[in-house]
């Protein structure tokens, strides 16, 4: 028996707007702020939450002396074209790529996050 419908994803970022607006623009859901937050959600309910922190300090990949406590993999069908859209919204790739079936970017405010191929 599930207790909940979908997990919602919440990350820490120093602007909360700009960040959902990069994920909504990369996953094409509905972005709803109010002040200091942002949600994305997806038309099947699934949603992406955003929260504004004063003094925000972005992880190091792969160092570990700010962790990245978390990341989204998402999955793609070509890592060139969706490198091309992502890098276009503002996405940053990392100089450190470990593997061929994925690629992994920074988002604006500095969370890795990969494109993956099955």
């Known amino acids: 028996m599930a207790i909940a419908s ?3 994803t919440v990350l820490d970022c120093p602007d909360a707007e700009a960040l959902a607006a990069f994920y909504a623009g990369m996953l094409g859901w509905k972005v709803e702020t109010s ?3 942002a949600d994305i959600k997806a038309d099947y309910g699934a949603c992406i939450s955003f929260q504004q ?4 300090t972005p992880p190091e990949w792969p160092a570990q002396e700010v962790p ?13 074209t969706a490198e091309a859209a992502v890098l276009e919204l503002g996405a940053t790739k990392h100089e450190h790529q470990p ?4 690629r992994v970017f920074l988002d604006p405010a500095g969370h890795p996050f990969c494109l993956c191929v099955e």
């Open 35 to 37: 002040p200091g937050w």
């Open 6 to 8: 979908f997990p919602t």
């Open 68 to 80: 990245q406590q978390m990341h989204l993999d998402l999955m793609v069908d070509d890592l060139d």
């Open 53 to 56: 922190v004063d003094g925000y």
């Open 99 to 102: 593997g061929t079936t994925f």
